[in-house]
């Protein structure tokens, strides 16, 4: 069965106005309320909010957390019709200290309260959710899911690059899984955006923007300062190969030994960050002659797929229970097995 996703971008903001009729999308007209608060969340937030935002690499105690999870299950509530097994995660560096906390979480929402009025409703609904079974893995281990769910990727090695928003994640993968001493992480594609967003700020007033607003632009190229169209494409390019120089290769150098390449010489890419042909042109450049580069299908959507694909194995097959939820930094993606 084929999976699908639904993705969101990841930001909230506390709104406890009235808004009415404003998308006619659900998708688009986010509005949860969490503790007698409301907030919006997603697109609606980044057309109607003055501060979208998340905080990076949030722990399960923080509010825009637990909002992005209680939406990611709303979200999937609506295409999920069986009692649902929900498998979520976090980067290398932070899962220790936030699975279980997460499990406790996610195992006991029962209920998501939200506004409709955005979208068209009336005024507030009650979802009832139901979660049979929780997991909780490394983003890494999702990501390897999903490359190996490609039946030509099934019996292969490969090293696993993840170029995400918060977090860069690294690891050499075999079909036993990925080996602990591979393993490494750092610095995610915000350190490219906020080296591009200082230099912009020493020409052109930038305003109020949020990072997580100006990522919008970042992926584009462009912006709309002073009723100015500015390309800065040649910024973020030297921007993308600076987070390459400084980051990236270092951090395969130190935990990647020459002997791994003996295992393997192909390395797959996911996340958003393999969108940028600027930093892929980086890891073409250093392993030319020596590894195979390979650019993942639907890059972005890996780890939720993967998470996805973990749920219906712990779920006994069932593929109409199975969900996935990546609350990543820049978007979250909530993937469920297409009904038949």
């Known amino acids: 069965m084929e999976i699908q996703s639904v993705a969101i971008p990841s930001v909230i903001e506390g709104y406890n106005l009235n808004l009415a009729n404003v998308t006619k999308y659900e998708l688009n007209g986010l509005k949860i309320q969490d503790n007698d ?4 969340i997603g697109n609606l937030a980044l057309a109607e909010g003055k501060n979208p935002h998340k905080a990076i690499n949030s722990s399960v105690h923080e509010t825009d957390y637990r909002l992005l999870m209680k939406t990611s299950l709303l979200i999937a509530s609506k295409f999920v019709t069986d009692s649902m097994t929900v498998t979520s995660g976090f980067p290398h560096s932070t899962i220790n200290i936030n699975k279980k906390a997460a499990l406790d979480y996610i195992q006991n929402i029962d209920s998501v309260k939200f506004d409709t009025r955005p979208s068209g409703g009336k005024d507030y609904r009650t979802q009832p959710i139901s979660i049979q079974k929780t997991d909780i893995i490394s983003e890494l281990s999702a990501a390897d899911k999903a490359v190996r769910d490609n039946r030509d990727k099934k019996d ?11 977090t860069l994640e690294i690891g050499l993968s075999t079909p036993d899984g990925i080996i602990k001493r591979t393993e490494n992480s750092a610095s995610g594609i915000r350190y490219a955006i906020n080296q591009t967003m200082s230099e912009l700020n020493e020409k052109h007033y930038m305003g109020l923007r949020t990072e997580h607003q100006f990522d919008q632009a970042f992926q584009k190229g462009k912006i709309v ?21 400084d980051v990236i290769s270092p951090l395969i150098r130190n935990t990647w030994e020459d002997e791994d390449f003996n295992i393997s010489d192909k390395i797959i890419l996911v996340g958003g960050g393999s969108l940028y042909t600027d930093l892929v042109d980086c ?28 749920s219906k194995v712990i779920s006994g097959g069932n593929h109409s229970a199975a969900v996935g939820i990546d609350i990543g930094n820049a978007q979250t993606v909530i993937s469920f097995y297409k009904r038949d």
Do not use: W
Request: proline content about 2%; hydrophobic content about 40%.
């Open 37 to 40: 608060a409301d907030y919006i």
């Open 156 to 166: 292969e090695n490969f090293f696993l690059v993840s170029l995400g928003y918060g």
């Open 225 to 245: 300062i002073n009723r100015q169209r500015i390309d800065f494409s040649e910024i973020r390019k030297k921007a993308l190969q600076s987070y390459y120089k």
């Open 283 to 310: 890891f073409d450049a250093e392993f030319d002659g020596f590894a195979e580069i390979e650019l993942s299908e639907n890059p972005t959507y890996m780890a939720s797929i993967g998470y996805c694909i973990h």
